[in-house]
């Protein structure tokens, strides 16, 4: 049982310092600027949904999944980083990203699933932790860090739908100033997951 709690307090901090609600709140506010409440919600949703069906998906098939397509981690840790680089910078220049969200319905669920779901929310950093988590482990395990998960993405939609009373909380240039760290940090993010990727494929 002691090991059962250690290995749940293990997966839950892992999942969290990636997938950390509050830091996350900036990107949602900057990818959903001028969309009204109704349409945050639906947003929120959406992706949550994606990123919770995407990484328990690959908690159960993941090494199936990349068999299969011919995928390979170090091809989507350069995509994934290429992606989170471009936000961040687009974030600390304090412009709108090119794929901000419109009015159009369609736009918008697009937006959730990418770059919100992915790779921000269910991006290589999570997946692989993910499937790291449940290699030679018993099923208890197996359902553990799938219910971990779970509790982490309803904190996420949590902070999501909330994150307009949070941003008047801290205060909106307290955010601006977030919003600069976070697209800072992405930045770097996003250029290191790049690295990594191009370390992996060619072994260096």
Same mark, same amino acid.
């Given at each position: 049982m002691e090991n059962i709690w250690s290995y749940s307090l293990t997966?839950?901090?892992a999942f969290f310092a990636i997938m950390n609600p509050m830091v996350n709140i900036p990107i949602f506010v900057k990818l959903t600027e001028g969309v009204d409440e109704r349409k945050k919600k639906e947003i929120a949703k959406t992706a949550n949904i994606v990123a919770l069906i995407i990484v328990v998906s690959f908690i159960l098939i993941g090494k199936y999944i990349f068999q299969i397509f011919g995928l390979t981690i170090p091809a989507f840790k350069v995509f994934g980083g290429i992606l989170i680089f471009f936000i961040g910078f687009e974030m600390l220049q304090s412009k709108k990203s090119t794929?901000? +969200?419109?009015?159009?319905?369609?736009?918008?669920?697009?937006?959730?699933?990418?770059?919100l779901a992915i790779p921000v929310m269910a991006g290589p950093g999570t997946i692989v932790t993910a499937m790291n988590f449940v290699v030679d482990v018993s099923f208890l395990q197996v359902l553990l860090t799938i219910l971990l998960f779970a509790v982490i993405i309803l904190l996420t939609y949590l902070a999501f739908i909330?994150?307009?009373?949070?941003?008047? +909380?801290?205060?909106?240039?307290?955010?601006?100033?977030?919003?600069?760290?976070?697209? +800072?940090? +992405?930045g770097v993010l996003g250029a290191n997951m790049l690295i990594q990727g191009i370390k992996l494929a060619f072994n260096i």
């Open positions: 997966v839950f901090m794929i901000h +969200l419109q009015e159009k319905a369609e736009f918008d669920e697009g937006v959730a699933i990418s770059p909330y994150s307009s009373y949070i941003v008047k +909380l801290v205060g909106e240039k307290n955010f601006v100033i977030i919003g600069k760290i976070m697209g +800072l940090i +992405l």
